[in-house]
């Protein structure tokens, strides 16, 4: 965030917990792929304590703070610099999809999303996972060596 502020004179940045890294919902073996589920299961159980269980609290509080249109008539725009399980769960909550689908919405290290929120209308992802601002290089960092293009 610090680096992205430097490009952006006149633009504060804000600490938020919600913008952290966390788990945002941690699904029950029924709502899992029969084939998946205790390989999910457990590798959410080896994720901190912490994260586990602050997760889903911060992760409703991310929705009231950064989904939804805003009052008045004056646009607004804003830059959430965050990690890829809220990314996945901000997604999720756009497209109206169960809470368990965070899982699998797996994005690229500095991938840009946009998600427009406008009165009366559903949310739009306008972009997904986005690596083109990024040298050829840095693109799909973060994916394993099969799902790079």
């Not at 998600?115 to 996972?129: E, M, Q, S, T, V």
Request: aromatic fraction near 8%.
């Amino acid at each position: 965030a610090r680096l992205v502020g430097e490009q952006l004179p006149g633009v504060p940045l804000l600490r938020s917990e919600p913008a952290g890294d966390y788990l945002p919902y941690l699904p029950s073996r029924e709502e899992l792929p029969a084939d998946s589920a205790d390989r999910t299961l457990a590798r959410l159980a080896e994720f901190p304590a912490a994260e586990r269980e602050l997760g889903p609290g911060l992760a409703e509080e991310a929705l009231v703070r950064f989904t939804g249109t805003v009052e008045g008539d004056e646009p607004r725009h804003e830059l959430l610099v965050t990690h890829n399980f809220l990314v996945g769960w901000l997604v999720r909550d756009a497209l109206d999809a169960p809470d368990r689908r965070w899982l699998g919405l797996n994005h690229a290290n500095a991938g840009l999303t946009v998600i427009r929120y406008a009165p009366g209308r559903p949310p739009a992802l306008l972009l997904f996972n986005d690596t083109g601002h990024l040298p050829a290089e840095l693109r799909w960092t973060g994916f394993p060596p099969e799902l790079r293009v």
